[in-house]
């Protein structure tokens, strides 16, 4: 399961408990590329799962929406194309070796594809959508 490859994934076993969502059918918001020494790739994407016990405060204010924020740190990109617009598709994380290979796929087609050293989830936000 995707959860074993991420560095710091008490955050969403917090929120989920046990039922760790799936990477299937997310909203792709935002994929951003840092250059420097090493390339760092962030990835902002919505859930289609909803925890069972929503935290107190997301039931206050509605929360219809989960969002990760995720930064993948020392990434060779290995693929990337897509034209734009508003993607749902299925985020693949695989290890190899000391890696981590993760992948955006829309309708059987990568979008994109980073090898990784590290996964780090920095965020998950609850909001109303819509």
């Not at 046990?18 to 590329?33: A, F, G, H, Y």
């Not at 060779?76 to 034209?83: K, P, R």
């Not at 070796?97 to 780090?120: C, L, M, Q, Y």
């Amino acid at each position: 399961m995707w959860i074993k490859l991420i560095e710091n994934q008490e955050i969403i076993k917090a929120i989920y408990g046990e039922q760790i969502p799936s990477l299937d059918k997310v909203s792709l918001i935002e994929v951003r590329i840092v250059y420097g020494e090493d390339i760092q790739c962030y990835l902002r994407f919505d859930l289609k799962i909803l925890p069972l016990k929503m935290p107190e405060k997301w039931t206050q204010n509605n929360v219809n929406t989960v969002q990760l924020d995720m930064a993948l740190m020392s990434s060779d990109i290995v693929s990337f194309a897509t034209s734009g617009g508003n993607l749902i598709g299925s985020i693949e994380i695989v290890s190899d070796n000391n890696s981590k290979i993760i992948s955006f796929v829309v309708e059987g087609e990568n979008i994109f594809v980073i090898k990784s050293k590290w996964i780090h989830l920095r965020t998950v936000t609850g909001y109303l959508n819509g």
